[in-house]
């Protein structure tokens, strides 16, 4: 993986956190540059201006650093979802276009640094490690809640929909991670209009009928 240029200011910005802080932040750096499995931990207390002792006061291992940085990756999205619900209650439509516009605004810092839950989970190895089980459930509750999404838009199979979005969503941030798909955003967002179109329509409806 190539090396990702540190975000503007960031000496001056991290300088200002507490200790806990700035290993988490100087982790997210190296462990998107070069991979969770790479990184050691005295790399993440240098690149946080401290030492591995301290580092160990906050956290006992790297694998418990490892989950810790996932798990505030993951409500970060667990918020966009609530914000997206929030702004469109009960019109699952514009709640499921809202995700998808989501991330594709989001793609652009994927092409960057990639996403953390692929980069990471072929770099945790073992299928029982705790951090990879947060991913797993990370994912279980976004697909569950956007399978409520597809149902309250009056899918006719919702959980097939919300099956089908998941694969655009998350094969979208895997082509912008790879380059492989050009205006990967705006191809994101008009493949699920048309797949909730397809799912919605009275057509459809007539024909189960």
């Known amino acids: 993986m190539t ?10 910005r ?3 956190l507490p200790p806990r ?5 100087a982790a997210e750096e190296l462990f998107l540059r070069d991979g969770v499995r790479a990184v050691g931990v005295q790399a993440i207390a240098e690149r946080a201006k401290t030492t591995k002792m301290a580092l160990y ?3 006992a291992t790297k694998d418990a650093l490892i989950e810790e940085w996932l798990r505030i990756v ?11 619900e929030a702004e469109h ?3 699952g439509r514009a709640q499921v276009l ?14 960057r640094r990639g996403c953390p839950f692929v980069n990471s989970i072929a770099g945790l190895g073992d299928p029982g490690h705790p951090a990879r089980r947060l991913i797993e459930n990370h994912k279980a509750d976004q ?16 959980d097939d929909l919300s099956a089908e979005i998941t694969f655009l969503l998350e094969g979208a941030q895997v082509s912008a991670q790879n380059g492989s798909v050009d205006r990967a955003g705006d191809r994101l967002v008009a493949a699920v209009t048309a797949a909730l179109d397809r799912a919605t329509s009275t057509i459809n409806d007539g024909a189960a009928r």
């Not at 090396?3 to 001056?12: A, F, T, V, Y």
């Not at 409500?75 to 609530?82: L, M």
């Open 98 to 111: 809202a995700v998808a516009r989501f991330i594709a605004e989001g793609l652009p810092d994927i092409v």
């Open 57 to 59: 006061r906050h956290f």
């Open 14 to 16: 991290v300088a200002l």
């Open 21 to 25: 802080e700035r290993i988490l932040d």
């Open 3 to 12: 090396s990702s240029p540190p975000r503007p200011g960031r000496d001056s």
């Open 74 to 84: 993951a409500a970060g999205y667990s918020t966009a979802f609530d914000r997206v």
């Open 89 to 91: 209650p009960d019109d």
């Open 143 to 158: 697909r569950r809640r956007l399978t409520a999404m597809c149902e309250r838009a009056g899918a006719h199979a919702p």
